[in-house]
């Protein structure tokens, strides 16, 4: 019996579903006026409820108790699968954690190893800057010794020594180029460093010219001209190397 309500209630369900398309087809044995979409789905329904009512009566305990079984079977699938979404949805999670945590790491230490070299080159670099520059910083000492004891000859003859080793100083300055780690501001300071330095090495050589000319005419104008340039020389100098440290500083080279 169950599964002769069972199959009734089936054929109620096409009939509804057929109705709604055609409804003459269902409810031809009807009066006219019925024969429409309404009364095919109180018809059918009505058929749904009472024959699934009546096969649900007529199932055996055997019957019962199987078809409890399966709804709890299908319960338990229902929640294994909410739980292995969940669980798949939780591992997809980690992954992309995982991975981001991996990609963050490993940027880091590309920027921190970018970090080093830059700082690598930096030092190589002021060394270099300094190397340039010793010739002309070495002969600056050796015309300072001279004068200090007093001898004047001496002194001219440092003085043309020390314009050569200008030359040299410049020279070697200007064949400096910036590493190519180094980004725009950092190459763009190193320029204006070096342009500074530069311009402070054709002021010491300015002093040279006017200190020379002091010695052979004892004019106070060039021995003040020749002061002015030491100071401007100093100054142009202390901020051409401002320029070169700031990239150092930048990424806390020695």
């Given amino acids: 019996m169950l599964d002769f309500f069972g199959g009734l209630a089936t054929i109620s369900l096409i009939a509804?579903?057929?109705?709604?398309?055609?409804?003459?087809?269902?409810?031809?044995?009807?009066?006219?006026?019925?024969?429409?979409?309404?009364?095919?789905?109180?018809?059918?329904?009505?058929g749904m409820i009472l024959f699934s009512g009546l096969a649900a009566n007529t199932m055996t305990p055997e019957q019962k108790a199987a078809q409890q079984a399966k709804q709890e079977q299908q319960q338990k699938d229902k929640e294994a699968k909410k739980q292995a979404e969940a669980e798949k949805k939780a591992a997809e999670e980690k992954a992309a954690a995982e991975k981001k945590a991996a990609e963050e790491k490993a940027a880091a230490e590309k920027a921190a190893a970018a970090t080093k070299q830059k700082a690598n080159d930096y030092n190589t670099l002021y060394n270099q800057i300094m190397t340039a520059m010793k010739p002309a910083d070495d002969a600056m000492q050796a015309r300072k010794d001279v004068a200090s004891a007093g001898d004047f000859v001496g002194m001219i003859n440092k003085m043309v020594e020390e314009k050569a080793a200008i030359a040299n100083a410049k020279a070697n300055l200007n064949n400096l180029s910036a590493p190519s780690s180094f980004d725009s501001e950092d190459m763009d300071n190193f320029q204006k460093g070096k342009e500074r330095i530069s311009q402070g090495l054709d002021q010491r050589d300015?002093?040279?010219?006017?200190?020379?000319?002091?010695?052979?005419?004892?004019?106070?104008?060039?021995?003040?001209?020749?002061?002015?340039s030491i100071k401007q020389s100093d100054a142009s100098i202390m901020a051409g190397l401002a320029y070169i440290v700031t990239i150092g500083q930048k990424y806390k080279a020695n």
């Fill in 16 to 46: 509804f579903v057929v109705g709604m398309f055609k409804p003459s087809l269902i409810m031809r044995w009807a009066p006219e006026e019925k024969r429409n979409r309404k009364w095919v789905a109180i018809i059918t329904f009505a």
């Fill in 206 to 228: 300015a002093f040279i010219v006017y200190m020379a000319r002091y010695i052979q005419n004892q004019s106070k104008t060039d021995f003040e001209m020749a002061q002015q």
